[in-house]
């Protein structure tokens, strides 16, 4: 593991740790779990470096979707006493021709990348009331790792991987409207030249309640991304946009 992610995991181990040490806002003592899978029908705008080569990439959300081998987005949350913990997991795998240079080169471009936002939120969240407004504090990291492939007309490939860690924080919103509908935005910021040079990340969700343990919502999460990382033949990166409407889920209990 190099000394860079080393040293963020362990300063992100104590920001949480501070964050669980402190006063606790008054709130319900029953714990709550949510587990969320929900589908990100995102476009990926930017440019990747690949061995110190700059590549364009313009793919919409119907490129995305006909060149995913493989992807998935999950949320998990757990919460108690006006503290709560959540996971957030997207991955995807593609292949496809979304970008090329002037004398079309480039043939195809394969993405992988994973990310596990891990945070800390404190807030005065008791379900029990029909109406309530809250907000949070977001504390934690991003797991990144990025794989980039390009196959040129000569028969050349070339494949390079990243992967960093990234502090970040951000602020929470949550507004149950009704009984039955409740409204959510979150955003944060990272990275700092830490992991990646700089990331923001922002979505609200609408939440529709059919049954105490069942919910389903609509979606909308932009994230953004700049990352480079060694020089010359080396140097890899991905400055770029993924963003797009999401539909999901929610199983309480």
């Known amino acids: 593991m190099k000394p860079r992610i080393l040293t963020t995991m362990l300063a992100i181990a104590a920001v949480l740790l501070t964050m669980f040490m402190l006063p606790r806002p008054a709130a319900s003592a ?6 969320m899978p929900y589908a990100w029908f995102t476009g990926i705008e930017g440019t990747i470096t690949i061995e110190g080569r700059l590549q364009g990439i313009d793919a919409g959300t119907a490129d995305v979707r006909d060149n995913t081998n493989a992807g998935g987005n ?3 949350e757990t919460w108690r006493g006006g503290n709560g913990f959540y996971l957030d997991l997207f991955y995807a795998n593609l292949t496809g021709e979304f970008g090329s240079d002037d004398d ?5 471009y394969n993405h992988e990348l994973g990310s596990t936002p891990v945070f800390v939120d404190q807030r005065d969240r008791d379900n029990r009331e029909i109406r309530y407004l809250s907000f949070g504090v977001l504390v934690g990291g991003r797991y990144f790792r990025l794989k980039n492939t390009l196959e040129e007309s000569n028969g050349d490939n070339r494949e390079q991987t990243g992967q960093f860690i990234d502090p970040i924080v951000g602020g929470y919103l949550h507004y149950r409207m009704a009984r039955a509908l409740t409204f959510v935005a979150a955003g944060d910021i990272g ?13 609200t969700r609408f939440h529709v ?5 069942l919910w389903i919502n609509a979606l909308a999460r932009a994230f953004d991304i700049r ?21 999901g889920v929610i199983f309480r209990f």
């Open 30 to 35: 029953e714990r709550a779990r949510e587990i």
């Open 104 to 108: 079309r080169s480039v043939l195809a």
């Open 227 to 247: 990352y480079e990382e060694g020089s010359g033949d080396d140097r890899i990166g991905l400055n770029a946009r993924i963003a797009g409407p999401a539909v």
């Open 191 to 203: 990275g700092f030249a830490i992991g990646s040079e700089f990331t923001w990340n922002a979505w």
């Open 74 to 76: 999950v949320r998990c």
């Open 209 to 213: 309640r059919l049954t105490d343990w």
